[in-house]
């Protein structure tokens, strides 16, 4: 069997190993320690905002920046459809009511006419929306400019889900400094890890230092343990902070790795004209994080996205529809939602292709070549009559 060829997988290096080592060799094992401050002060830089806080999960930095926002049972919060369920989820966690905003066909994000119809809407049966959870989808800014003026026009925070961006950049301003509060994930599949974490990103400090107080069980300063309110324990731990450092050090190689298999890609799958990719809108720049395709039924003869992605798998090679929008999870159909079709049709014929930054030149070659002869096999047959036969080409 040819070798396993993954959608995402995690790319380390030299320095994780050294990093990790020092926590080992001077025993910074328990939950805190050097690694955390100097890995949130490297990610403020990186992100440029003025404060960071590291935690275990991109999940938890959502669910406390709701907290912190005052999101309470019944607030109504405005999000992405077209996501992974982690943005959505911890909504549900506060008992709040989660308002699925479709996207736009440009970036694939939260549509702003929509959002601001979504509003409106509210506003009349008196819901206003307490906050918005604004997704990058797979690294692609999305339409900031117009969503900020939304957001600052009715006076709703945004936070700020750069879970699949960090590195990502909005008129050469990186993403995770544009909301409220900014939100990035470390997963095993992300453009760097740290085996699993991810960060609560602001300017402002006081948010921050609430951040950072709730996600270590909110423990009182007492020489004793005293608690005035619910804690988490949500904090990143000092040996995943260690990793983190490693990985933050290679993450603009390891951007240009994955954009240059978007490249790679886009050249190979270039005369498909059944296939499209997702291109960088003016003033976007994207970490393509992964790169992703849609394939039209209508002009491959039927052929869908699943078809690729079965040939794929036969070759073991890992790919992977589209997210499927909230609004269409048996978890969350119940919920309000504001959809023009757009994601739904993403959902049905996007595919996302192998992108780790790990992967060499001879395993993109498979997978385009897996593409382009499912489709050759798939295209319809032309004939000319002759006065001797049918010919067919």
């Known amino acids: 069997m040819n070798k396993k060829i993954w959608l995402s997988s995690p790319h380390m290096g030299e320095s994780e190993f050294l990093f990790v080592k020092e926590a080992f060799d001077t025993n910074w094992i328990a939950p805190l320690g050097p690694h955390v401050d100097n890995f949130e002060k490297e990610l403020s830089a990186a992100v440029g905002v003025k404060e960071t806080a590291v935690l275990s999960s991109g999940t938890a930095a959502i669910h406390l920046a709701l907290i912190i926002l005052g999101i309470q ?8 459809s077209l996501t992974f369920s982690a943005s959505a989820n911890p909504i549900v966690y506060q008992g709040a009511i989660p308002i699925f905003i479709d ?24 819901k206003k929306p307490k906050a918005i959870v604004l997704v990058h989808l797979y690294g692609m800014p999305a339409k900031l400019d117009e969503i900020i003026s939304i957001s600052n026009k009715y006076g709703i925070p945004i936070i700020e889900d ?7 950049k909005y008129i050469n301003k990186p993403l995770g400094s544009f909301g409220r509060i900014g939100v990035l994930s470390f997963n095993g599949n992300k453009i760097i890890t740290t085996s699993g974490g991810g960060a609560f990103l602001s300017d402002d400090k006081e948010l921050v230092k609430k951040a950072r107080f709730l996600s270590t069980q909110a423990r009182d300063a007492a020489p004793h343990y005293q608690h005035s309110q619910i804690g988490y324990n949500y904090r990143m731990s000092n040996v995943c902070a260690a990793i983190g450092r490693g990985q933050l050090l290679v993450l603009k190689e390891r951007i240009e790795q994955r954009r240059k298999n978007y490249e790679y890609y886009k050249n190979k799958l270039a005369n498909l004209h059944e ?12 970490n393509r994080w992964l790169t992703t395709i849609l394939v039209d039924p209508v002009k491959t003869n039927g052929l ?27 978890v969350f159909e119940k919920y309000p939602s504001y959809s023009n079709g757009v ?45 001797e036969a049918t010919v067919h080409y």
């Open 103 to 126: 996207s736009e066909k440009e970036t694939w994000n939260m549509d702003p006419d929509l959002l601001e119809y979504a509003i409106k809407d509210r506003i009349k049966i008196g």
């Open 275 to 286: 296939i499209e990719l997702l291109e960088e809108p003016m003033n976007h720049f994207s």
């Open 304 to 330: 869908t996205r699943e078809t690729i992605r079965l040939a794929l798998e036969k070759e073991n090679i890992e790919s992977r529809p589209l997210w499927k929008p909230m609004h269409m999870q048996p």
């Open 162 to 168: 750069a879970a699949e961006a960090l590195g990502s």
């Open 343 to 387: 994601s739904e049709k993403l959902f049905e014929n996007g595919l996302c292709l192998p992108s780790g930054s790990n992967l060499e030149e001879s395993d993109l070659l498979r997978v385009a070549e897996v593409i382009n002869k499912t489709l050759l096999i798939n295209k319809p047959q032309k004939s000319i009559i002759t006065n």
């Open 73 to 80: 049972r019944d607030d109504e919060v405005i999000c992405s």
